[in-house]
């Protein structure tokens, strides 16, 4: 079925950040099982895309025993022609209670060509569960835009700004030699 499974024991918690800079290749499925009570996971991950990239993503956290945790968080920018999908499910096995599961996918598109899909999705078979999941694809806002031009930031200024306020949950996860590189691919 998934030929790489992430398996997170009892008691275990796992941090990850994932980057996809302009021209990355797309992931392989990411695939997590909370395994053992009181396992958690926070899984974060800054796209970047831009010219002609695909970024797909298909995310799959399975919630196997009570008592586990997970968060997913993923923010990304979409310039060019460039195309991202998100696929995520949170699977939430029977007598799985006490389970807490948050799943959110939310892109900037900064031209009219480019393109983002995401398809958050549940699957829970247990009913003491708090679990939530959710999307959005928009554009910077105008009114920000206005906003800080009529206090002397030049228009590109103006939206590099906004841009890395949109990012910076993600951004803020990794080292500052990392976080540096980014804002320069802005």
């Known amino acids: 079925m998934d030929s790489k499974v992430c398996r997170i024991g009892e008691g275990e918690h796992r941090e990850i950040t994932l980057v996809f800079a302009p021209g990355s290749a ?6 997590f099982e909370l395994a053992g009570p009181g396992a958690s996971l926070d899984l ?60 959110e996918c939310h892109t900037l598109l900064l031209s009219p060509e480019a393109l983002a899909q995401a398809s ?4 829970i078979y247990a009913d003491d569960v708090e679990c939530s999941h959710g999307a959005t ?30 990012i910076s949950p993600v951004l803020s996860r990794l080292e500052e030699d990392r976080q540096r590189e980014i804002l320069d691919l802005l």
Not at 26 to 31: A, K, S, Y
Not at 73 to 82: D, I, P
Not at 120 to 123: A, C, R, T, W
């Open 44 to 103: 974060a991950c800054l796209y970047l895309c831009d010219g002609d990239d695909r970024l797909d993503f298909d995310v799959r956290v399975r919630h196997l025993c009570s008592g586990c945790t997970s968060r997913q968080l993923f923010k990304g920018v979409c310039r060019g022609r460039s195309k991202m999908n998100f696929n995520g499910l949170i699977y939430v096995a029977p007598d799985s209670q006490k389970t807490k599961a948050y799943q």
């Open 120 to 123: 958050p999705q549940l699957e």
């Open 137 to 166: 694809v928009g554009s910077l806002s105008e009114e920000e835009l206005f906003y800080m031009r009529s206090r002397g930031i030049p228009e590109a200024e103006a939206r590099r700004l906004q841009i890395i306020s949109f």
């Open 26 to 31: 797309g992931p392989e499925p990411l695939v």
